[in-house]
């Protein structure tokens, strides 16, 4: 028997079928190797792992869901026969999960401002988190900027936020339940959210105060691109709070 054998794994995965999943893994390795070798982690091994197809998703204690083309991903995962049980495990609440950008938008339960009919196959969301999210909504690619944020009840403060073509909640939904329409989506739902949907940060906008960080329960949800820049703190109050509250507590 390995060292690691005897250890409790954390494992957290990455979504992989597109977009900024590199950025990703390389942060969670860095941090990973310093967590490993911390005194007070000697019982616990921590790895990442990229997850791409069903048998990816086992023995996971976190999930991230990353940045990149929502519409792409959706179809790809229903392509792979991954949408089916992700949305399901998303929705168990037995994991942490982090939706960011397009991985936010993936996990609503309600997508705006999106084009659904995509000739053979529908964008389909996966659900989870009961918020309603607007796509694009800072507008293009040009619109793209970055802004220093504090998260409420994190510890992160003043952590460079890069923005790009990004979502934002729009509202949280309570108990009724919108339906979709031809420019919006609505999940399926496999499980009910019991935790009340808490704001963490917002932004200034045109005069607009815009929702850009949201927690549920065992989700979180944010708006920018934490990958992107060389600070991996988001990630540690992550798999912090997220991930390694609950394995241990589990
Ligand atoms: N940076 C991003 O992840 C952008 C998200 C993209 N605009 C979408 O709707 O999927």
Redesign the pocket.
Known sequence: MTQQDSKTHVVVGVLSVQ?SFREHLDHLNVLFTDLNSAPENSQLHFAARTVRQPKDLDGLSGLILV?????TMSLLLQHSGLFEPLARLIQSGKIGVWGT??GL?LIAYQVTNTKVDLGRRKFRALGGLDVSIE??SFGRQVDSFTQELSFQASGVNSFECVF????VVSSILGRERPVGTESSVVADLFQTNNHPVEVLSEVEKNGKTLIVAVRQGHILGTSF?PELVPDYRFHKWFVDEFVLRRSIDA
């Open positions: 977009g940045g990149g083309e929502s519409t950008c397009a938008i796509r694009n790009i073509r990004a979502p691109h």
